[in-house]
């Protein structure tokens, strides 16, 4: 799902300047396939509970098809079409996946300036 400079402007403006909440990305979208943005001062409500039960339920059914998907690859006997549809699962799972990483990726803290400034330290000098 490719963003557009607008929807991350868009987005962007939702935060509530006055506390600092980033607003939720939704693992749902509306009918027309637009993103659902939940207020970042619901953190515990009923709507994010169900978001988190909706994500974890996402991600473990990209696991059922992953393992699932292994399985038709090693059939060197496979038809083309169960090729096909595990690959349209796979690729349904994927896109599940990004959008909860980019939700959770989203309600982060930013680093201060000093954190992300210390660089991290040679792995020559940490397996002495």
């Known amino acids: 799902m490719q963003r557009t400079e607008g929807d991350r402007w868009r987005r962007q403006n939702l935060a509530d300047i006055s506390t600092g909440h980033v607003p939720r990305l939704l693992p749902w979208t509306t009918d027309d396939g637009r993103p659902c943005l939940l207020s970042g001062a619901d953190d515990g409500g009923y709507v994010s509970k169900l978001a988190d039960e909706m994500e974890a339920a996402q991600l ?15 059939d060197t ?17 994927l896109s599940d996946a990004l959008r909860v990483a980019e939700s959770r990726g989203m309600r982060l803290p930013v680093p201060d300036k000093e954190e992300s400034a210390v660089s991290p330290t040679p792995a020559a000098e940490t397996s002495a």
Do not use: I
């Open 77 to 93: 006997k496979a038809s083309h079409g169960e090729l096909r549809y595990v690959g349209t699962r796979l690729a349904e799972c």
């Open 60 to 74: 473990g059914m990209g696991t059922d098809v992953l393992e699932y998907a292994l399985k038709v690859l090693k």
